[in-house]
């Protein structure tokens, strides 16, 4: 009766389930793959809501299970041995149309019959395969879980593995187990079938992680150590490199520690992975740890392990540590790889010590390495920032002659290093010849020449590049639209600048820091203060954090302005939000500070910023020494001058010309004669303003000093400059008359410039 009520309440169903399930266990809350239930399509209840399926099925659970010390062969005893052996024979012969076996797989009881034949099968294989692919395509009949386990021990164990995997993945991709119940549950309680086989157990966990289901992968293995059948090394191995490579590195741990307590012992590809796993996470000291265990073991670390600990290392900027490592393993008899060179020579090559790593680099080709793109590239764009093109376009023109080809990466550092120097041409036929070698030039390549013929005032080329661009199937980033935003501004092209702002806001392109900190700086350049406020305003507004130069260019246009307070009170809000003052700033202050009398504050700047760790440059030196000097205070900066000299900063011709105005202003007339004869054996011109020039020139002849030809010039030439050709004519027929200069008719002075 119940088998009745079962197949009448299950017609029209059974398509809709591609497994069917024949035994119960508990409901597993925590892992959906161990509960799942195969939803039908909305016309079909799903299997939950059949209680009757569930009711009907339970005798035939208890009355067949799959889980016996016996002989396999008795699993189905009461089902006629005589109907099995008739049902076989038809099978053998392969009379998929007899009419017998259709209604034998039409009837409810057509799980338990396909279980029960693939068992007598299991002597043919390939034709147990046969028959269970036959049956899978009948319209209305599907597999249970249990014949598909049936069949995976039966391939496995003639060897099939093939196909075995190919069915496993099948199955586990269907994701239709028993609430609660997990295949490797089925799969274990089939073992009987054929002589046990535990291969296949890891075989399972292994179609698990390869189709990238790492939890459920995971689960399955706690169960395998339950029963005490482990997956191989290798198998773990591959879980653990997938659960790093899709960033769950906690997971990954965990499960290193789980696979060592179960007793499998780790290879070196396990602590390989492990130990780049560590780096990733920045966990330097966990990897260098696993690192002494894994040689404690007795396995010996090869290259790949040194090299994720060389790289780690040197990307934390502990070069000592990095190179131990290096003689470690050159020490152990590993050979370093391209890859180990290449690690090291970029990280000196972004350090900027460009000579240990072209040292490096004619080491790694005398081993008989052959430098890759990496290697190539990362000396090409050291070499480039550091303003060393030619030796870069040597390396460039080497990579090209040793037969590597340039990837758009190459090609993007030479064109955006060219733009920055202003080898435009060079940079352009570059980009031609990109093009020509089938290299598809990226937004990238274009922003670079679109900056750089924009910076450089090119601002029509920059512009054609840009509609070029877009004609590439390119839609312009935040880069592009802030480079010709700068650009325009730059050359005090407003109004295009603002129309490239509206475009690229109703292209859906935010402008961000460094779009309205160009807008910010064009308005400071302008003097037009409260346009510049308004943007800095509504930038923070829009939730925007200004940066070094949006407030530099808001400081050091106030100090112009002579708003001192204003400039005072930014740096302050500057500190407040978590900005550091730079150079940049400090300068500023100290200049606008001296420049407005406040001598005393400028002092107490330059002071903060010493405690503050920033270096002073020649620029700040040079704004205080020029504002003591002004405010009457000579010997505090004769001090200041020689404690530049001191630390190593070399003063510039405004520094000199700042002190030598000093002094003359105090009447050191030697003293500035000295500074000025110090300038012209460094090879720096000469300059005064015009007055201090004529004070000077008078002073020395009142003292009975001869002014030399030098100074002579120089203040003849203050009177040319701005048109005062009469006084000049005057001057210098006084000046031949005391025989101090040797030319008489010659108007045009000479420039003096060493």
């Known amino acids: 009766m119940g088998l009745y009520l079962r197949r009448l309440f299950h017609v029209g169903r059974r398509a809709s389930h591609r497994v069917s399930p024949l035994s119960l266990n508990t409901l597993n809350p925590i892992n959906p793959f161990f509960n799942t239930i195969n939803v039908s399509s909305s016309s079909h209840g799903s299997f939950l809501d059949c209680p009757l399926i569930w009711l009907t099925s339970f005798p035939f659970i208890i009355r067949y299970p799959f889980v016996s010390k016996s002989s396999p062969n008795r699993i189905f005893d009461d089902i006629s041995k005589e109907s099995i052996c008739n049902i076989i024979q038809i099978i053998q012969q ?25 068992v007598e099968l299991k002597g043919d294989p390939r034709l147990a395969l046969q028959f269970f692919n036959w049956a899978g395509t009948r319209i209305g009949f599907c597999h249970t879980t249990e014949s598909y386990c049936i069949l995976i021990h039966i391939l496995f164990y003639a060897r099939m593995y093939f196909d075995a995997n190919r069915i496993i993945r099948e199955l586990v991709l269907l994701r239709w187990v028993l609430p609660g119940c997990h295949v490797f549950d089925v799969l274990w309680s089939t073992r009987g079938v054929c002589v046990p086989g535990f291969g296949v157990f890891d075989a399972l966990f292994r179609v698990l992680t ?22 191989k090394p290798r198998s773990c191995n591959e879980l653990l490199h997938r659960l790093s490579k899709s960033g769950k590195r906690e997971l990954s741990r965990k499960f290193f520690k789980d696979m060592v307590g179960a007793g499998i012992s780790p290879l070196v590809f396990t602590y390989n992975i492990m130990i780049d796993n560590m780096c990733k996470g920045g966990d330097l000291e966990a990897a260098r ?135 435009l041409g060079t940079a352009r036929r570059l980009f031609e010849k990109m093009k020509q070698t089938e290299l598809r030039p990226d937004l990238s390549t274009y922003n670079s020449l679109i900056d750089g013929y924009g910076k450089f005032g ?44 509206h475009e690229m806001k109703i292209n859906g392109v935010i402008p961000d820091v460094v779009t ?86 400028a002092e107490e700047i330059f002071q903060a910023m010493l405690k503050a760790g920033v270096i002073p440059n020649v620029a700040v030196y040079t704004a205080l020494i020029d504002g003591l000097c002004k405010n009457n205070s000579i010997e505090t900066a004769k001090e ?81 400059e701005p048109g005062k050709v009469d006084e000049a004519i005057e001057l210098q027929n006084e000046m031949v008359k005391k025989r101090l200069i040797t030319c008489s008719d010659d108007l045009a002075v000479p420039t003096l410039q060493t």
């Open 458 to 501: 090119f601002l029509d080329e920059s512009v054609s590049i840009f509609e070029e661009m877009k004609d590439a199937g390119f839609k312009p980033n935040v880069i592009t639209y802030s480079a010709l935003i700068n650009s325009f501004c730059k050359f005090g092209k407003m109004p295009q600048a603002f129309e490239f702002l």
């Open 640 to 720: 200041l001058f020689d404690e530049m000299l001191d630390k190593g900063v070399i003063p510039d011709r405004s520094s000199y010309t700042a002190l030598i105005d000093g002094n003359l202003k105090h009447g050191n007339l030697q003293e500035a004669l000295n500074l000025r004869d110090i300038m012209i054996d460094l090879g720096m011109e000469f300059d005064l303003p015009v007055q201090r020039a004529k004070e000077l020139f008078d002073e020395m002849i009142q003292r009975g000093l001869h002014p030399d030809e030098i100074l002579c010039i120089c203040l003849l030439r203050k009177y040319y």
């Open 94 to 118: 392969e009379q998929w149309d007899d009419n017998r076996i259709i209604c034998l797989l039409d009837s409810a009881l057509a799980p338990i019959w396909m279980s029960r034949a693939l």
């Open 210 to 231: 390869g189709l990238g289901m790492l939890e459920e992968a995971i689960e399955c293995f706690l169960r395998m150590e339950k029963d005490r059948v482990l997956p």
């Open 289 to 423: 740890s696993l690192f002494e265990k894994m040689k404690q073991t007795g396995l010996m670390p090869d290259v790949f392990t040194y090299n994720s600990l060389i790289d780690v290392y040197e990307k934390a900027g502990k070069r000592e540590l990095s190179r131990k490592f290096f003689k470690d393993m050159v020490g152990a008899g590993i050979s370093p790889s391209v890859v180990t060179y290449s690690i090291m020579i970029s990280n000196m090559c972004k350090e900027g010590d460009l000579g240990t790593a072209r040292r490096l680099f004619e080491k790694m080709k005398q081993t008989g390495l052959m430098p890759d793109a990496v290697t190539y590239n990362s000396l090409i764009d050291g070499y480039e920032k550091a303003g060393k093109r030619e030796l870069s376009r040597k390396l460039f023109e080497d990579m090209v002659g040793a037969g590597i080809r340039p990837s758009v990466f190459t090609y993007n550092i030479m064109i955006s290093n060219m733009c920055k120097g202003g080898d």
């Open 516 to 601: 309205y900190s160009t807008l910010i700086d064009a308005f400071c350049k302008e003097g037009m203060m409260q346009e510049a406020i308004n943007f800095f305003v509504y930038m923070r507004r829009v939730g925007l954090l200004p940066n070094e130069f949006t407030y530099n260019s808001l400081i050091d246009a106030s100090c112009k302005l002579g708003n001192l307070n204003d400039a005072l009170e930014l740096a302050n809000e500057m500190l407040q939000a978590g900005v550091d003052l730079d150079i940049v700033t400090y300068t500023a202050l100290v200049d606008g500070l001296c420049k407005g009398g406040r001598i005393k504050a």
